[in-house]
């Protein structure tokens, strides 16, 4: 069947280490894989688009890789702040479809200790 | 400017009513989802509309919902006979450009808890 799976459990670091979320998935061949954000009582917000032929991607204190090998996606946030805790979302773009829908894994959520 | 907008943002219904829940989309926005996330899961997509037709109904779970979005901006998605199984946030987002990768802007959601 097929499955999305983030870390279930809720990640905790301290405040300037680098916070690596992990986003694994089976029986999808996706054609590009995005992460959202998504704060308490809010929708999600858009942070990265990784497409399937790039194997990395920077913004300003993130980071995404996409290895379609292993089927993953990590997301990297280096020196990590309080303000960067929040749900995550890795979202799929099914290869198998032209109409742009995601589908969602479960989230993480991230809490940064100052 | 303005981002895109739901209403309302909570709704109680009774089991077995009739509930509407609508969606504006961000001026220009010719694509708009649907989606509706559960508590502690992702969202999981419902319907998508490019312009006003809906181009893709596949996520609807059967046939008490439906969504209509008759001048191409503003959505309504309509629930029939509520179950409370269908208690959950519901997500609207809108895209710039149609089609796959566009960057997907949410509303709040309308959470919607049938009693």
């Known amino acids: 069947s097929q499955k999305i799976e983030q870390n279930s459990e809720a990640l905790n670091i301290q405040e300037g280490k680098t916070a690596t979320l992990t986003c694994n998935y089976t029986?999808?061949?996706?054609?590009?894989l995005q992460w959202y954000r998504q704060d308490p009582g809010r929708g999600p917000v858009f942070l990265l688009l990784?497409?399937?032929?790039?194997k990395e991607k920077r913004k300003e204190r993130l980071k995404v890789t996409f290895d379609t090998t292993l089927k993953q996606s990590l997301f990297h946030i280096t020196a990590s702040q309080p303000a960067d805790s929040a749900t995550y979302l890795c979202?799929?773009?099914?290869?198998?479809?032209?109409?742009?829908?995601?589908?969602f894994g479960q989230g993480t959520t991230l809490q940064v200790k100052p | 400017g303005a981002g895109v907008s739901q209403t309302p943002s909570n709704k109680v219904t009774e089991k077995g009513k009739y509930v509407e829940l609508r969606c504006d989309p961000i001026?220009?926005?010719?694509?708009l989802y649907w989606y509706r996330q559960s508590l502690g899961q992702g969202p999981e997509f419902l319907i998508y509309?490019?312009?006003?037709?809906?181009?893709?109904d596949s996520g609807l779970p059967n046939d008490r919902f439906f969504a209509v979005r008759p001048e191409g901006s503003v959505s309504t998605l309509k629930i029939q006979r509520t179950e409370r199984g269908d208690s959950a946030v519901y997500l609207c987002?809108?895209?710039?450009?149609?089609?796959?990768?566009?960057?997907?802007?949410f509303g709040p959601g309308t959470r919607l808890t049938v009693t």
């Open positions: 987002a809108s895209t710039k450009l149609p089609g796959q990768g566009s960057e997907q802007y």
């Open positions: 029986n999808y061949s996706p054609a590009y």
């Open positions: 990784i497409r399937e032929n790039e």
């Open positions: 979202a799929l773009g099914p290869g198998s479809s032209n109409t742009g829908k995601l589908i």
């Open positions: 001026s220009g926005h010719t694509a």
């Open positions: 509309f490019q312009g006003t037709g809906a181009a893709d």
